[in-house]
């Protein structure tokens, strides 16, 4: 497939993404949180308030807060960094108001925070996978980072926890606390939907008896090895550490066969996401 194709199809799923995340994002909004009496954190969470107390639909307010904070991305990050989390404002907004009569009320309120979170992270989820935002107070937390060097992570948890206050005192405190919980579970989501599931295991492995190790990975699991060069921290001694990277399925038979050509090689497993490649997601 040639560059070019290849750039049209990253943009079209880029859109698509979007979109689906949008409303899905919008859907998770009105039917689970508002239709639950519960609130957000960020700008959505001020747009709620506003529709509780002014009546002001969501996405009317959504829509006008974030105008400023485009206009100040644009400044410093660009225009198709701006397109892409306006396209993602304009259609949260749009979807919002399309959907604000599909609402879920229960009498369980954990559990609309339980669904909320969920849809909310799954719609947020696919929106970051592209690149692009909801706006809001994530555009203020980059400016500031790249103005100041403040960490972004701790920004906007100080802009959510500020919003939270907000409703408790606005709305209540019982609304507050239900409403963190959907804050929590939709991170959490909106981490497995960038992440993915962890099916792969990234190994280390330091042995002297490197060379039948990567040979009995390489025949026996069908896994490339890298070599990188090491030392050993008391001995001073050169060492070769052997780095591959297995399905989850794997390593089990990737232990047994350590142990089986070296009992005293020293073996670390990590965790990694999203692997690119030969044998793993292309």
């Excluded at 799923?13 to 409303?23: A, D, E, K, P, Y």
């Excluded at 660009?78 to 879920?104: N, R």
């Excluded at 297995?246 to 965790?271: K, T």
């Amino acid at each position: 497939m040639a560059r070019g194709e290849i750039a049209v199809k990253v943009r079209f799923m880029n859109f698509l993404f979007i979109v689906v995340g949008s409303l899905l994002y919008a859907l998770g909004l009105n039917a689970f949180i508002v239709g639950n009496h519960l609130a957000e954190g960020g700008f959505v969470g001020l747009s709620i308030v506003a529709l509780y107390k002014l009546h002001i639909p969501l996405g009317v307010s959504y829509f006008i807060l974030n105008i400023p904070v485009v206009l100040l991305g644009w400044r410093f990050f660009g225009k198709y960094f701006v397109a892409k989390t306006f396209l993602g404002i304009v259609l949260v907004s749009v979807f919002s108001l399309l959907t604000q009569h599909f609402t879920q009320p229960t009498h369980d309120r954990l559990l609309a925070a339980l669904y909320g979170g969920v849809i909310c992270g799954l719609g947020l989820g696919l929106i970051f996978r592209t690149g692009a935002t909801t706006g809001g107070t994530d555009i203020l937390a980059r400016v500031a980072h790249h103005l100041y060097g403040f960490s972004m992570g701790r920004l906007l948890f100080a802009v959510d926890v500020i919003v939270i206050i907000i409703v408790a005192v606005v709305i209540g405190k019982e609304t507050a606390m239900y409403s963190l919980v959907a804050l929590f579970v939709a991170s959490r989501v909106v981490d497995f939907v960038i992440e993915g599931v962890s099916s792969s295991r990234a190994a280390f492995i330091i042995s002297d008896h490197w060379v039948a190790i990567v040979k009995a990975i390489q025949d026996e699991l069908g896994r490339g090895t890298t070599l990188l060069s090491g030392q050993g921290g008391f001995t001073g001694a050169d060492k070769q550490v052997v780095y591959c990277v297995v399905s989850r399925n794997e390593v089990v038979r990737l232990q047994q066969l350590v142990r089986q050509l070296d009992d005293q090689a020293f073996v670390v497993l990590n965790e990694v996401h999203d692997v690119l490649g030969e044998g793993f997601t292309r």
